[in-house]
Each structure stands twice: as structure tokens, then as C-alpha cells.
């Protein structure tokens, strides 16, 4: 099993572009989440889903727009990229109250 | 909302020492998890716990339900060890399952 699998690990944007992260786990998790990591916070959740067709906000979603057409994928969409989006990207996945599996993340810079 | 409380935000310690990481939240929780992040890299469960205690190696993760508090010790540490220890709670009921995140405690242990 590959576990979960995101691409890119790098990217630069200019302020104003748009991008997809990708996100695909072989485990047949039903529920799967974006979070952002910025530098001394706390993981903050921006969407997440508990299976496909379904996807709801979490705590910081302004910028972003996610869709669960299959429960493999969960791609992360950024429109108009700001610098305030500068952040390491990682995407999980899990069932009900068991560990999640975390994705080696995505380091995005918007200049 | 939960809110995480992690101490202490920074531990250097001696190769061989005994670490303890805490963690406390302020509501009523379905499970806590203990995550490990090494530099740059990405995120990997160590425990999920509801209740009592559990060992992993070097590694035990206790709980006490009544005191809202977690502790994280590690035994005969070792430079591999050094990494970001990251305490989340799972929200108490319901069938989304989302979790709130510690901002972390960064482990340097010396040679």
C-alpha cells in the first residue's frame, strides 16, 4: 500500500494563480482532510469529508475549494493564491476514531 | 471548541534521559492522538487512547479522563527521537470525526 500520496511537495506561486493539490490514499478511507501548517500553530483544518460526494468547511476554508467525486481522491484547489497562503499542506485520511495517515505534505510559497 | 494546551513548546535533553510531553484540553474528548513530526518531513500516528495507558517500544502514552490530561514519555532517549510531538484530541460525539491540534513540542536530544 502506497498510504496516502500528495503531489506536489514544492511549489511557488505568484500571487493571483491558481493551483490543485493533489491527494489519493489505496486504503478505502471514508473520511479525508486538508490542513495547513504555519510556522508555531497548530494544524488547522480547512475541509475535510466524510466520503464521496461529501465535503464540508473546517476552520479556515476562505481561498480554497475541495471535491470527493471518488473515495480515493480529495483534490485541494487554490484560487487567486495569496501570500497568506504561504503553508505546508498536508492531506489525511481515517476511519471513525482511528489513527490518521498523513501525506508527506506540500510546501507552498505565494510571492 | 476543544482548545490543546502542549508543554513544554521547546526540551533539549541527554541521549538517555527520561522526557515527558503534556498535553491538556478543555472539553470532553471521543480519543486523544500523539503524532510525531521529524524536520521537514511528514506526520505519523504513534497512539490513539481513550483511556489508561499504552506502550510502543520506548514510547508510553497515558491518559487521565477526569483530569483532561495526557503525557507522553519517552524512555532512554536517543537522537532519533528528536522531532515535533504533536498532542489532538477528537471531538466528543456525532460521526464527523475532526480533530483539534496541540501546536506542538519540539524534542532536541543531544549525543
Known amino acids: 500500500n502506497a498510504g496516502v500520496t500528495q503531489t506536489p511537495k514544492f511549489r511557488i506561486l505568484k500571487i493571483g494563480q491558481s493551483m490543485t493539490l493533489q491527494c489519493t490514499q489505496d486504503?478505502?478511507?471514508?473520511?479525508m482532510y486538508w490542513y495547513r501548517q504555519d510556522p508555531g500553530m497548530g494544524l488547522k483544518l480547512i475541509y475535510y469529508?466524510?466520503?464521496?460526494?461529501?465535503?464540508d468547511k473546517g476552520e479556515v476554508p476562505n481561498g480554497y475549494n475541495v471535491s470527493r467525486s471518488t473515495t480515493e481522491d480529495f483534490p485541494l484547489r487554490l484560487e487567486l493564491a495569496a501570500p497568506s497562503q504561504t503553508s505546508v499542506y498536508f492531506c489525511?485520511?481515517?476511519?471513525?476514531?482511528?489513527?490518521?495517515?498523513f501525506g508527506n505534505g506540500t510546501r507552498l510559497t505565494v510571492t | 471548541k476543544n482548545e490543546v494546551e502542549q508543554s513544554p513548546q521547546n526540551l533539549t535533553a541527554q541521549e538517555g534521559e527520561f522526557i515527558t510531553i503534556n498535553c491538556s484540553y478543555s472539553v470532553g474528548i471521543s480519543a486523544l492522538h500523539w503524532l510525531q513530526q521529524h524536520p521537514g518531513g511528514g506526520i505519523v500516528s504513534l497512539f490513539m487512547l481513550s483511556s489508561g495507558k499504552k506502550k510502543h517500544g520506548r514510547l508510553i502514552a497515558t491518559i487521565n479522563i477526569q483530569e483532561k490530561h495526557s503525557s507522553l514519555h519517552i524512555t532512554a532517549s536517543h537522537p532519533r527521537d528528536s522531532a515535533v510531538y504533536i498532542c489532538a484530541v477528537g471531538e466528543s460525539g456525532g460521526s464527523n470525526y475532526k480533530l483539534t491540534f496541540g501546536k506542538g513540542t519540539l524534542l532536541t536530544v543531544n549525543p
Open positions: 489525511a485520511s481515517g476511519v471513525f476514531n482511528s489513527p490518521l495517515h
Open positions: 486504503m478505502n478511507h471514508n473520511y
Open positions: 469529508s466524510v466520503g464521496a460526494g461529501i465535503t
